[in-house]
């Protein structure tokens, strides 16, 4: 499956933003989808997770209770809502697809610029 993600941008602190990851190719819904991010200088990290039924979802203790992971299997479409967000969030937001037990297709970043 390949993976488009957009969305992001300059949002003050405690704004909000709705990232979007289109998916291309068959099977979109067999993939467990997930969200993770790089801030300059560091490593990768993951953000929130979904399964291929959207029942069940998964958040990195920094984002929980702020972020929301949901989906659309007939758009093909995973999206990251992001409420009161923090100059810490400044980060490249990639989206990724997972069919087994490691993350095995990406999609290229898109810039979420939180200013104080």
């Known amino acids: 499956v390949q993976l488009q993600a957009s969305g992001g941008g300059l949002v003050q602190a405690g704004g909000s933003l709705r990232l979007t990851c289109a998916g291309a190719g068959r099977a979109f819904a067999d993939y467990t989808m997930g969200w993770f991010r790089q801030a300059p200088g560091k490593e990768r990290e993951f953000v929130a997770s979904?399964?291929?039924?959207?029942?069940?979802?998964v958040y990195a203790d920094s984002v929980k209770d702020r972020f929301s992971i949901s989906r659309d299997n007939a758009k093909k479409t995973v999206y990251l809502r992001m409420n009161d967000l923090e100059p810490e969030d400044t980060a490249a937001y990639y989206c990724?697809?997972?069919?087994?037990?490691?993350?095995?297709?990406w999609g290229q970043g898109t810039l979420v610029t939180v200013s104080s």
């Open positions: 990724a697809a997972k069919s087994g037990p490691s993350w095995s297709n």
């Open positions: 979904i399964s291929w039924t959207g029942i069940n979802t």
